[in-house]
């Protein structure tokens, strides 16, 4: 997050210390990891002078800027802006507000506007995937070979997906057919390789950890170069959350 100060210092005031907080309710300090930045990293404030500076209340977490004791307006220029990057790593989801105090130590008043206030939105990560697989080293034209395929999370989040289905598209040599079947959980077969994905139509919802390994049968009806594309689609958002390739080579049967 980018905050920038700007404003007149008057000459009286250029020797003033000055500090500055962020007040945020909802977070607790365990809640919160700060990056070093230059100036150094932003610290959490317990003492009640300061957090009565801030105006904050019993629950709010309190943020502080810069040296204990503060330091002198007048080693920056505000009448151009001074621009501070705060990098921070929220643990907890949710939309907080935060409320900017920049704070004259010695004249015992804040200097900015008492409203300046900014909102941050943390979503709950989902998780990401991986697709595997195993592909014979020779393939024969004719012949049918078992391919597994397996999903399986790549990074555990704290969400899946609602409705999700793996599209597959393949290509084939001019002239040349590829099946790839797979039999579904009433037993069913399907040529994935003409339907064009696999699963309910409509989807299916994923857990964070969720895992599966389906066993396809694939034939190829002619020599030359194949390849499938398996894509696990998020349908709400008709999103492509991965997508694997497959190169395959066919030598004459």
């Not at 004249?107 to 979503?123: M, S, Y």
């Not at 040599?173 to 039999?183: I, M, R």
């Amino acid at each position: 997050m980018a905050v920038t100060a700007e404003g007149t210092v008057a000459d009286s005031d250029k020797e003033h210390k000055v500090r500055f907080y962020g007040v945020i309710q909802g977070l607790s300090a365990n809640d919160i990891e700060f990056a070093p930045i230059p100036g150094g990293k932003p610290e959490v404030v317990t003492d009640e002078t300061e957090r009565g500076y801030a105006g904050a209340g019993d629950e709010d977490l309190v943020l502080a800027w810069g040296p204990e004791g503060g330091f002198q307006l007048n080693e920056h220029d505000y009448s151009k802006g001074v621009t501070t990057v705060f990098k921070a790593k929220i643990k907890k989801a949710g939309t907080y507000t935060v409320r900017f105090v920049f704070y004259d130590l010695t004249a015992n008043k804040q200097i900015n506007g008492a409203d300046e206030k900014a909102k941050i939105t943390v979503n709950q990560p989902h998780s990401t995937y991986k697709f595997s697989y195993e592909v014979p080293e020779e393939i024969k034209a004719g012949e049918e070979y078992e391919v597994p395929v397996t999903i399986e999370p790549e990074t555990v989040g704290d969400l899946g997906y609602n409705r999700v289905r793996f599209d597959v598209t393949v290509t084939t040599p001019e002239g040349a057919n590829l099946q790839l079947l797979a039999k579904d959980t009433n037993g069913v077969m399907h040529d994935v390789a003409q339907i064009g994905y696999w699963g309910p139509k409509e989807g299916f919802p994923i857990d964070a950890e969720y895992s599966a390994t389906t066993v396809f049968k694939a034939s190829f009806s002619g020599p030359g170069k194949y390849s499938i594309t398996f894509s696990l689609v998020d349908l709400d958002t008709e999103e492509a959350l991965i997508t694997e390739t497959v190169e395959i080579t066919v030598e004459t049967g």
